[in-house]
T-cell receptor, first 112, second 113 residues
Framework: KAGVTQTPRYLIKTRGQQVTLSCSPI?????VSWYQQTPGQGLQFLFE???????NKGNFPGRFSGRQFSNSRSEMNVSTLELGDSALYLC???????????FGQGTRLTVV | GESVGLHLPTLSVQEGDNSIINCAYS??????FIWYKQESGKGPQFIID?????DKRQGQRVTVLLNKTVKHLSLQIAATQPGDSAVYFC????????????FGTGTRLQVTL
């Protein structure tokens, strides 16, 4: 069974631009969560989706948004990029909320 | 200005020895705990989990111990191998059916030959 797939793996964007990251969960998993990982803040929860609904949101500005599609695939969007948004963005999927979460390889975003 | 990264504690262990990685969690309401391993350039990899109604759980070469009285979690790795070198994170789920995990700062495990 394929693991969590995140695309693209690497991305370089300019300040002020926006970016969309994609996540395909493990087949059969219906819950998707997103995390941001930086050297300064560690791993921080962004949001969680289940059945196309956002169930939880972390303490991030409104520039960070996401959505989930009917096939459980998820995207996250960051608008008006700032240098501080440079990070590894990780997607995790689980069968349902509260079950063990499996992570993808992440998307490394660099904002210049 | 220069950004300061989180200071990762480092545990150096000789190959073949047992490793013990510790973690203090913050919320007494947390009912689910997970250990992840993260190698350089990769996403966190699930190792083992434990629910708050248990105090010990064993997997292949790994054991997790949970002490709810002092809010402490530990991961024991038996017969540590070079492939175990990585950063290890504990994570807690603060109850309910949410998948929101709160991660610790991590511990770097270095296995020496």
């Amino acid at each position: 069974k394929a693991g969590v797939t995140q695309t693209p793996r690497y991305l370089i964007k300019t300040r002020g631009q926006q970016v969309t990251l994609s996540c395909s969960p493990i087949s059969g998993h219906r819950s998707v969560s997103w995390y941001q990982q930086t050297p300064g803040q560690g791993l921080q929860f962004l949001f969680e989706y289940f059945s196309e609904t956002q169930r939880n949101k972390g303490n991030f500005p409104g520039r960070f948004s996401g959505r989930q599609f009917s096939n459980s695939r998820s995207e996250m969007n960051v608008s008006t990029l700032e240098l501080g948004d440079s990070a590894l963005y990780l997607c995790a999927s689980s069968l349902e909320p509260g079950r063990v979460a499996f992570f993808g390889q992440g998307t490394r975003l660099t904002v210049v | 200005g220069e950004s300061v990264g989180l200071h990762l504690p480092t545990l150096s262990v000789q190959e073949g020895d047992n490793s013990i990685i510790n973690c203090a969690y913050s919320n007494s309401a947390s009912d689910y705990f997970i250990w992840y391993k993260q190698e350089s350039g990769k996403g966190p990899q699930f190792i083992i989990d434990i629910r708050s109604n248990m105090d010990k759980r064993q997997g292949q070469r790994v054991t997790v111990l949970l002490n709810k009285t002092v809010k402490h979690l530990s991961l024991q790795i038996a017969a540590t191998q070079p492939g175990d070198s990585a950063v290890y994170f504990c994570a807690e789920n603060k109850g309910g059916t949410a998948s929101k995990l709160t991660f610790g700062t991590g511990t770097r495990l270095q296995v020496t030959l």
